[in-house]
């Protein structure tokens, strides 16, 4: 679409292109000598600041804060391919009365702040005196909002099989459960995977959340690192190298989620169209189109 | 349910103070997010390299931070690199240069649904790029865009709960003066989701009016 929005640039057109190619190039080294600036002003990058992270201790501590993040989202992905699997099944089954109920709990987790969720296991449990582990708190709290984004997920692959496909089995007299294990799933699975890693992504975003109720993951190493006032409070340095670790393994993921995509729309092996990724990319930030879509 | 209604009645400057500040956050942010996503897309389309390439680095460098990490490194990092921000500015600024990334998104997808032909008879008229994006383009696509934009502000108000963490007394900071209160845990959060749920319905309905009526018109 991009490239017929306009025509290819005559002599004027390419003259305007490139003063704002300058202009933004200006633009673009202004900013980052700004931020250089900044840096050096104040220091970031001195000895000291930098020492710490020589040190095999620190390594391991950053390593143990990512060895924890790892952990929290690989519990909670796999307890929210569950709840997904189970809460898709109950909203596409035939009965009302598992139906409704289901549709309420997912439309409702969807709804709810993904901080409130994981108030409820940190929080209430306190108050209790009850102990529970800041680690299920916040794999909990991730496992029932994204479980609930999943069946979503699900869902809608499941429905994005053409009709022609059930009916097809149907008629030569399958069962509902032979109909959806060996006719609709597998081709669902195709379509809707794309958008299930760009989830999974989203997921392993959210498990930073688990710095806020304290659970000893990345970021919170981060924050250990940086608040040391005998190596000068190096914050900006250790917020910069968990950002690349971040960025890094997310970047990674979404493009494995691209390349799925791209394939599974070559793929002949499926009926059913791709469920969109972007979908999952709303739903992102946190509540899917809602409570709605 | 006497108690439950007595967390929120003895409480209810806190409810009303944090609430405000999560409405607040959220205008602010909104508005925010949307002017400069809306940029960030009118980059990646344009006709300049450069321009495409700044507009993609940002996507991609912000959508795959954790807001958190944004907020953590505005509120502790901010400081040392002698640009302290008060809490509740930088909460505003990380929550608009997280959420602009993702609207640029939509935005950018929704000019994509609009078929290739109105540009291309449109420039066969003679129209020039500004024409052709703000008088064919933009207007078409604005119908596809709503509802996804919606669904992104829905979950940018979600996350206002985030600036919590960050010394922001806003809707999701409640628990914490509750607990310190010694108040009734589960009923503070209850209160704290029907809230968001009166704050998320009305864009809901508007979302879903709008799908409605302009879903049909294409």
């Known amino acids: 679409m991009t490239d017929v929005l306009y025509d290819l640039p005559g002599p004027r057109a390419r003259a305007r292109n490139l003063v704002i190619a300058v202009l933004t190039t200006v633009g673009v080294v202004a900013v980052a000598a700004y931020v250089a600036y900044r840096l050096i002003a104040t220091d970031q990058f001195s000895e000291l600041r930098l020492t710490q992270f020589q040190y095999t201790a620190v390594q391991q501590e950053l390593l143990n804060g990512l060895l924890a993040t790892l952990k929290a989202a690989v519990i909670a992905t796999a307890l929210a391919l569950v709840f997904g699997a189970v809460f898709a099944a109950a909203r596409l089954s035939d009965h009302a009365l598992i139906r409704v109920p289901a549709t309420w709990v997912v439309e409702l987790f969807r709804a709810i702040p993904l901080l409130i969720l994981i108030f409820f296991f940190y929080y209430v449990p306190l108050q209790y005196k009850l102990h529970i582990d800041t680690l299920w708190a916040l794999v909990l709290g991730l496992t029932l909002y994204n479980g609930s984004v999943l069946a979503e997920i699900f869902r809608a692959g499941i429905l994005a099989v053409p009709r022609g496909q059930s009916e097809a089995a149907y008629a030569i007299g399958l069962r509902k459960t032979q109909v959806m294990v060996s006719v609709l799933l597998p081709q669902a699975v195709r379509a809707m995977l794309p958008a299930i890693v760009s989830q999974l992504v989203v997921l392993l975003k959210d498990t930073a959340l688990g710095f806020i109720i304290t659970y000893p993951e990345l970021l919170y190493a981060a924050k250990q690192i940086g608040s040391r006032g005998s190596f000068d409070f190096p914050y900006v340095v250790s917020y910069l190298i968990v950002a690349a670790i971040y960025i890094g393994i997310c970047s990674a993921l979404s493009a494995f989620a691209y390349w799925l995509q791209k394939r599974m729309s070559r793929s002949r092996r499926t009926a059913a169209r791709p469920v969109p990724i972007d979908q999952a990319a709303a739903a992102e930030a946190g509540g899917v189109g809602g409570v709605g879509a | 349910m006497n108690t439950f209604l007595h967390t929120l009645t003895d409480n209810g ?18 508005i925010g997010s949307l002017v400069l996503g809306t940029l960030l897309a009118a980059a990646r ?103 996804p934009l919606m669904s992104v502000l829905i979950a940018m108000l979600k996350n206002t709960t985030i600036a919590a963490g960050f010394s922001v007394v806003e809707a999701g ?23 968001f749920l009166l704050l998320i319905a009305p864009l809901v309905t508007l979302q879903r009016t709008l799908e409605r009526k302009w879903g049909v018109a294409r």
């Open chain 2, 45 to 147: 389309v344009s006709p300049v390299p450069i321009l495409r390439a700044v507009g993609m680095t940002y996507v991609q460098v912000l959508r795959n931070t954790p807001l958190t990490l944004i907020f953590a490194f505005l509120v502790f990092a901010g400081p040392k690199l002698d640009i302290g921000l008060e809490y509740f500015p930088s909460a505003c600024v990380a929550l608009i240069a997280y959420t602009s990334a993702f609207i640029c998104e939509v935005v950018r997808a929704g000019v994509n649904t609009v078929s290739p032909g109105q540009a291309e008879a449109a420039r066969a008229l003679g129209m020039t790029f500004p024409q052709v994006t703000g008088q064919i383009v933009l207007p078409q696509a604005f119908r596809s865009i709503v509802p």
């Open chain 2, 173 to 195: 900071a409640i628990p914490q003066y509750m607990s310190e209160r010694g108040e009734n845990q589960f009923a503070t959060l209850i209160w704290i989701v029907i809230g």
């Open chain 2, 13 to 30: 400057e806190l409810f009303w103070r944090g609430f405000k500040t999560t409405i607040e956050l959220f205008l602010i942010s909104a």
